[in-house]
């Protein structure tokens, strides 16, 4: 098989265990502010201790890839191996601008990924919460050039509970700004329109008969997501103000936009290959599904994952029935390990 481009991957990852981290946290947040009070809670930071099996993964199941940068503030596990091959070790303070430092918000992280030195123009962004769980080709992330995705419209459901509801919202609004809806229907109606992802084509079709110009919302699926690092620079050229007012922010804000208003502008521009992401990986929420979510991981029944914490669980017996369940797939250290 001829390698059409290079594919790095790129993760984000905070130790919110570190006590000299937290006490640089607590020195920027307002507990008065309760729009920060679930962004800025340990219940986001709180440590699995399963990053280790996220390496292992990516050398199992995608050992095609090019480069990894890990992205932290700083922080490095005391069983990385700094000297592995296919390492890129990134500070916050190596590509953020430094006005935007420091941020304990993914979003200013996620954002600015376009100017880590050396990246790839074709690359996948993975949450820390997001794991390959089966082997994966390079076509399950790009094909003819073009980011692996599925365009679904999904009616926005919006509360005030959250500063990722606002964000939400604020992503759909920073589309419209951009794109009439109808227009881009027109252009791209293969895409929109797409035998691949069944689940969406009857949900596009139903939406399709509401003729208005603007988008309703987009399913973001929390999994993760190819881009074109050229995406990234055309929308900050594009409409900088927005993206560097959520910058500046240290927490995750209502006011927000999230680095989803770069899928969506593929998804708009037409700058895809569409692809059934349903087939391909599964968000779990933890305390509902920890079993389930266990099972899959042994079982290899999706090539990706998201696991999403939850506040009501019994954290410790959480963490070791998912940790017990990765060790029974990657048992063995990776390159990426002392």
Sequence with gaps: MIREQKIDFVIAWVDGSDLEWQKEKNKYANPGDTTLQVDASMVRYREWDTLRY??????????????????????????????????????????????????????????????????????VYFNDDFYLTAPVQETDFFVNGLPCDSLEETPLTYSWRTPMNGVRANDILFVNEHFDRKQC??????????????????????????????????????????????????????DPDWLSETCSHKFRDSQDVSQCVFKFWQLMTGEFYPYNKRKFGRLFQNGACLDELCDAIRHQKYKAICFNDAEKIDFEMARKALNDAFDAVLPEKSSFEK
């Excluded at 139903?206 to 988008?215: A, E, F, H």
């Excluded at 399913?219 to 997501?225: A, G």
């Design 54 to 123: 996220w390496f292992r993964a990516v050398e199992k199941y995608a050992p095609w890839v090019n480069q990894v940068y890990f992205v932290t503030c700083g922080h490095v596990p005391k069983w990385l191996n700094m000297d592995a091959p296919k390492l890129h070790f990134v500070r916050h303070q190596d590509y953020i601008p430094e006005q935007y430092l420091p941020t304990f918000s993914s979003h200013p992280i996620e954002l600015n990924l376009h100017r880590i030195e050396g990246l790839s123009e074709h690359f």
């Design 185 to 238: 229907r027109r252009m791209h109606k293969d895409k929109w329109f797409n035998l691949r992802d069944p689940h969406a084509l009857i949900k596009n079709l139903i939406l399709g008969s509401l003729n208005d110009n603007k988008m309703f919302g987009l399913n973001t699926h929390h999994l993760p997501q190819a881009y074109l690092k050229k995406t990234l620079e055309k929308v900050w050229e594009t």
